[in-house]
């Protein structure tokens, strides 16, 4: 029963302590902000047609790129020369 009891007051004070705060995401993780792509374009990766609104995208060298899928975007973020080049 103590270590209950000790448990109830240990959360009671921190979200009284979270409250007082005032910072909502002092517990989350910080969220990157996603661009969306302005025009359509193509994949660097692969060469598909990306769609204007795509937000599955990276900024490099302040670019915007778009990309049809998770795999396209990890490969470019690993090696953007590799396909810069192309």
Known sequence: MRKLTT???LLLLSSAAFKSSGNPEL?????AQADTLKTDARDPVC???VKKGSTLTHTHNKVVYG???AGCKKSFVNN???YLKK
Do not use: H, R, W
């Open 47 to 49: 060469g598909m047609k």
């Open 27 to 31: 517990f989350s993780a910080p969220q």
């Open 80 to 82: 953007p020369d590799k």
């Open 7 to 9: 448990c109830i007051l």
């Open 67 to 69: 990309f049809c899928s």
